[in-house]
């Protein structure tokens, strides 16, 4: 049997409830406080931002976010030309010491 759901909320909605009939509820918050910050893009990056974000259903701003954190979950990796230059650069600094 398929519920009803448009039914049950208006019947909820209709219905008065009493404190008595109330029960506590388990609520995690969050791990504190967030830090605002600023970034500065391009009217045309906004946009294409915008739009994704669209496509996905969610705001823009919380793309972005989600962006970052996975961005920063990630392992760090050096490009091999970096790699090469840092190794050669300290054969040289223990040459001269």
Known sequence: MKRNYEAEAQAADEREYLASEMTPADVELGSGP???IAMRLSGADVQRLKARA?????GFTQLARQWILE?????????AEAEAALATLRRLVSKAS
């Open 34 to 36: 967030k830090s605002a």
């Open 54 to 58: 669209a496509m996905e259903g969610i």
């Open 71 to 79: 961005r920063l979950d990630e392992p760090s990796t050096v490009p």
